[in-house]
């Protein structure tokens, strides 16, 4: 797990932003995010099994909503590090928001808002991914850290350069067993959400660019929420805060004041809809 803690603390609490990265990433490829955002807020990522630091214990099968378990754990310890319950921003890309989704469901006292960045299983539609993951990462371990690197820079040269660490590091962390057997990924998005009472807001990326997320998709998602939803398209790929950082800052940063002030979450209405 890692913690960007507040620099800048106040006497009142602020809003915590709880990061839940996506398959064969880690914790640390939210550090960009943190940097960017200054101090303002504390930002922690824990890992998922598997990932990072978190060791997967092999099972017949790698059960995605298990991870919900530990990420409440954290969300109970806050008060205890913090020595106050501060509101908890959930934040999710790719497998992360599935994650993200079960915590907001399962925390709903605490968690404000709900931010899902390129979310998986938007649809009850299993793509055949896991086999092709697989082979990517075993190839990707194959190399060293500079391979990895270049890898990355060669597939996706937008991205900004203090991405490029975090990612190949998390790829050489990635414990590849998970993808040899079966994938339980409990049930779609929407039906996560249908369990959802905060506001929640959807960062959707083009299908067409490699975005996992339909227009007919998101908004499947969005009309279940009960606290209501904002759909904001980028106009990128997989990866909007890594090919649209400013914007999913602007988010980020929008959503974290409107509940630190209490105002209501639900009231943030920080649209970016921009082709790139």
Not at 82 to 109: E, F, I, K
């Amino acid at each position: 797990m890692r913690v960007w803690p507040a620099v800048d603390v106040p006497s009142a609490p602020r809003p915590v932003l709880l990061a839940c990265h996506g398959w064969t990433d880690s914790g640390e490829v939210f550090g960009p995010v943190a940097q960017a955002l200054d101090g303002h807020w504390t930002v922690i990522a824990p890992d998922a099994p598997g990932h990072g630091d978190s060791p997967w214990t092999p099972a017949p099968v790698y059960c995605v909503p298990d991870h919900v378990t530990g990420l409440a754990a954290v969300v109970d310890a806050l008060p205890h590090v913090d020595r106050h319950r501060a509101p908890v921003v959930a934040y999710g890309h790719s497998l992360g928001a599935l994650s993200a989704a079960r915590l907001a469901a399962a925390r709903s006292g605490v968690v404000a808002h709900l931010i899902l960045e390129d979310p998986a299983r938007t649809t009850p539609r299993r793509a055949p991914s896991v086999p092709l993951m697989r082979t990517w990462l075993r190839d990707l371990q194959a190399t060293d850290h500079a391979g990895r690197v270049g890898y990355l820079v060669r597939e996706h040269p937008d991205w900004p350069a203090d991405e490029h660490g975090p990612w190949a590091r998390s790829k050489a962390e990635a414990d590849p067993r998970p993808l040899d057997g079966p994938v339980d990924w409990g049930p779609s998005l929407p039906v996560l959400l249908a369990e959802v009472g905060c506001p929640v807001t959807i960062l959707r990326g083009e299908p067409a660019r490699g975005g996992l997320v339909s227009r007919a998709g998101a908004a499947r998602c969005a009309a279940v929420c009960a606290g209501g939803a904002d759909v904001i398209e980028l106009g990128t790929g997989h990866n909007p805060r890594r090919e649209a950082r400013a914007e999913v800052l602007a988010v980020l940063r929008a959503v974290l004041e409107r509940c630190g002030a209490g105002t209501g979450a639900g009231q943030t209405r920080a649209r970016v809809n921009r082709d790139r």
